[in-house]
């Protein structure tokens, strides 16, 4: 890329251009309270317990940030293994701080449906392998 009177040379390049996060097709979504990623990563004080959907980069920085700061996480992916996208040396530095942390971390798990009944506990049911499990948080 050429950028001003500069040719820029790189293995690999980074395009941070911002964006409108994807909101899944969850059955229950629109009638419970939930954020994005930036809200995720701005609200204080932050709950005791949360589910973060998305095992990409995205959903690692929004992990992190939960656990850092005393939140009991459950992350979810439909993929294998979260992190799957980030290259392998990486993956081990970046779980570090996770897998000491409070997260448990559910891999080829497709959201069913989330609800709440009282508003303060939410669940979420997903489907993992052949059996259908469900969260409260």
């Excluded at 395009?15 to 994807?22: N, Q, T």
């Excluded at 899944?24 to 709950?47: F, N, R």
């Excluded at 995205?58 to 439909?78: F, P, Q, R, S, Y």
Aim: hydrophobic share 40%.
């Amino acid at each position: 890329p050429i950028f001003g009177n500069q040719t820029l040379h790189a293995k690999k390049f980074i395009i941070a251009a911002g964006g409108v996060p994807f909101v899944p097709l969850i059955d229950g979504l629109k009638d419970i309270s939930w954020q994005t990623p930036t809200q995720a990563l701005l609200y204080k004080p932050v709950p005791n317990s949360a589910v973060v959907l998305g095992g990409g980069h995205i959903g690692h920085a929004v992990v992190a940030h939960l656990v850092e700061n005393g939140c009991a996480v459950t992350w979810i992916d439909e993929r294998e293994k979260v992190l799957s996208d980030v290259e392998p040396e990486l993956v081990s530095a970046l779980m570090k701080p996770i897998e000491e942390g409070r997260v448990r971390v559910k891999n080829s798990a497709k959201i069913i449906s989330v609800s709440s009944e009282n508003k303060t506990v939410i669940k979420v049911r997903y489907q993992s392998g052949g059996s259908v499990d469900e969260i409260a948080v």
